[in-house]
């Protein structure tokens, strides 16, 4: 309620003043080319979210304070039940972060060599989802998007079930003053017919978005008939059918040599926003929840948890903290989804090790793959990754193959662009 009563004003570089509301502030931090509207819209956030800080933090308090309660109770500590929620154990999750710790360093060259374009060695944190700032494209257009999507999934044979959600018009993505923020995929199990909510802005940051819930959507159209226990797939594995269609969209676009170098940047971005950002808020999270055992946690506390966060993985590659983040993200208010920042690393990594045997043997991929999503619902990640691809997900060795992967693209943008 308090994210959807947001109306503040910013200008742009033409020196035009206009409100905004949550979804057009998200939009814009996510993919306007207007540096100027960037920062003011992300200033004047900021002022919005210190002025209702407390507001946002009392709800923080008593929500993981019931949790807490509930988890006492049960004698069980606050990771387990997260865990069981996403199919995974800690080994797979230690396994992860111990990989991205392995690699931090270079995933920070993924901030910086971007911040040398925004005139900087380091990046501000309005900045960190800025689209290429030299590009000579033009707008896409949705009816553009949905075909270029269509092209990039046909190896999967998503391409007719994208015709089917735009056929019967599934796909809720206009720009209206009255929409909430976020992008986001909902099923209808009565009617077994998926749902996909979005605000898309003609970017190629939401041409990516509209790739990444037509993902979700279709991974659980594929699970459609099968019986409700068995087609409740968790956010871990969700979130591997998503970005995957994400990768693979970026992979076919890369062909283009007029794209090639926006894509790359594109490819810097995820893989800093999937390995750094959702890190930070994971670390921010599991932090407030052990201070929140002792008792309540104060403004202070709060922003001390998210500096603290910040700087083990940003270090100096960004400029300033995005302070208001523990406010700004409803992550951290979902009461139907518990620690909801992880499984987004767990899937983007599964993406990039998917795409290693995506361009190993095309075809025998894509048939393991759809088996691989059908049985999301009743398999756990390592069960999954074991019967299907034989890995071991609770090494970090299986983990450095996805981190790998992605940073060939900060390898051959730095080469492409002379850096």
Same mark, same amino acid.
């Given at each position: 309620?308090?994210?959807?009563?947001?109306?503040?004003?910013?200008?742009?570089?033409?020196?035009?003043?206009?409100?905004?509301?949550?979804?057009?502030?998200?939009?814009?931090?996510?993919?306007?080319?207007?540096?100027?509207?960037?920062?003011?819209?992300?200033?004047?956030?900021? %002022?919005?979210?210190?002025?209702?800080?407390?507001?946002?933090?009392?709800?923080?308090?008593?929500?993981?304070? +019931?949790?807490?309660?509930?988890?006492?109770?049960?004698?069980?500590?606050?990771?387990?039940?997260?865990?069981?929620?996403?199919?995974?154990?800690?080994?797979?999750?230690?396994?992860?972060?111990?990989?991205?710790?392995?690699?931090?360093? /270079?995933?920070?060259?993924?901030?910086?060599?971007?911040?040398?374009?925004?005139?900087?060695? %380091?990046?501000? %944190?309005?900045?960190?989802?800025?689209?290429?700032?030299?590009?000579?494209?033009?707008?896409?257009?949705?009816?553009?998007?949905?075909?270029?999507?269509?092209?990039?999934?046909?190896?999967?044979?998503?391409?007719?079930?994208? /015709?089917?959600?735009?056929?019967?018009?599934?796909?809720?993505?206009?720009?209206?003053?009255?929409?909430?923020?976020?992008?986001?995929?909902?099923?209808?199990?009565?009617?077994?017919?998926?749902?996909?909510?979005?605000?898309?802005?003609?970017?190629?940051?939401?041409?990516?978005?509209?790739?990444?819930?037509?993902?979700?959507?279709?991974?659980?159209?594929?699970?459609?008939?099968?019986?409700?226990?068995?087609?409740?797939?968790?956010?871990?594995?969700?979130?591997?059918? %998503?970005?995957?269609?994400?990768?693979?969209?970026?992979?076919?676009?890369?062909?283009?040599?007029?794209?090639?170098?926006?894509?790359?940047?594109?490819?810097?971005?995820?893989?800093?926003?999937?390995?750094?950002?959702?890190?930070?808020?994971?670390?921010?999270?599991?932090?407030?929840?052990?201070?929140?055992?002792?008792?309540?946690?104060?403004?202070?506390?709060?922003?001390?948890?998210?500096?603290?966060?910040?700087?083990?993985?940003?270090?100096?590659?960004?400029?300033?903290?995005?302070?208001?983040?523990?406010?700004?993200?409803?992550?951290?208010?979902?009461?139907?989804?518990?620690?909801?920042?992880?499984?987004?690393?767990?899937?983007?990594?599964?993406?990039?090790?998917?795409?290693?045997?995506?361009?190993?043997?095309?075809?025998? +991929? @894509?048939?393991?793959?759809?088996?691989?999503?059908?049985? @999301?619902?009743?398999?756990?990640?390592?069960?999954?990754?074991?019967?299907?691809?034989?890995?071991?997900?609770?090494? @970090?060795? +299986?983990?450095?193959?996805?981190?790998?992967?992605?940073?060939?693209?900060?390898?051959?943008? /730095? /080469?492409?662009?002379?850096?």
């Amino acid at each position: 309620h308090l994210n959807n009563l947001i109306n503040i004003s910013a200008t742009n570089k033409n020196a035009n003043t206009q409100s905004y509301n949550l979804a057009k502030c998200m939009g814009i931090l996510k993919g306007s080319d207007d540096e100027i509207l960037r920062k003011n819209v992300f200033d004047a956030l900021s %002022s919005r979210y210190d002025k209702f800080s407390d507001l946002y933090l009392d709800i923080l308090n008593m929500l993981h304070g +019931f949790r807490l309660a509930k988890f006492k109770a049960a004698k069980v500590d606050f990771l387990t039940p997260s865990l069981e929620e996403n199919k995974m154990s800690l080994d797979t999750l230690n396994a992860m972060q111990e990989a991205i710790s392995k690699r931090v360093e /270079k995933i920070r060259e993924c901030v910086r060599v971007r911040a040398s374009f925004l005139g900087g060695k %380091s990046m501000r %944190s309005c900045d960190l989802l800025a689209p290429y700032p030299l590009s000579k494209h033009s707008k896409i257009s949705h009816d553009e998007a949905i075909k270029i999507i269509k092209k990039a999934l046909k190896p999967l044979g998503e391409d007719s079930f994208i /015709k089917l959600m735009i056929d019967k018009h599934w796909i809720e993505s206009d720009v209206r003053e009255n929409k909430a923020g976020g992008a986001f995929f909902v099923s209808l199990p009565k009617f077994k017919q998926p749902r996909i909510f979005t605000t898309y802005m003609n970017t190629l940051s939401h041409l990516i978005q509209q790739a990444h819930e037509l993902g979700h959507a279709w991974h659980y159209y594929l699970m459609r008939d099968l019986p409700v226990l068995s087609a409740n797939f968790p956010m871990s594995l969700a979130e591997s059918a %998503s970005t995957f269609n994400e990768t693979l969209l970026r992979n076919e676009l890369k062909k283009d040599d007029s794209l090639r170098v926006e894509i790359l940047w594109q490819e810097l971005k995820s893989a800093a926003n999937f390995l750094l950002h959702i890190s930070v808020r994971y670390e921010f999270e599991t932090s407030f929840l052990r201070l929140r055992q002792k008792g309540q946690v104060s403004k202070k506390d709060a922003s001390d948890l998210l500096k603290q966060a910040w700087d083990k993985f940003y270090k100096d590659s960004t400029s300033d903290v995005e302070e208001f983040l523990p406010y700004f993200k409803p992550h951290f208010y979902k009461t139907d989804n518990y620690i909801y920042n992880y499984p987004y690393s767990v899937g983007y990594l599964l993406s990039q090790f998917f795409l290693s045997e995506f361009k190993k043997d095309e075809a025998k +991929f @894509c048939k393991i793959y759809k088996q691989f999503l059908i049985e @999301c619902g009743t398999k756990s990640v390592e069960e999954l990754m074991k019967k299907h691809f034989k890995k071991d997900t609770t090494k @970090c060795e +299986f983990w450095l193959i996805g981190i790998d992967e992605a940073l060939k693209n900060l390898d051959e943008f /730095k /080469k492409v662009v002379a850096v």
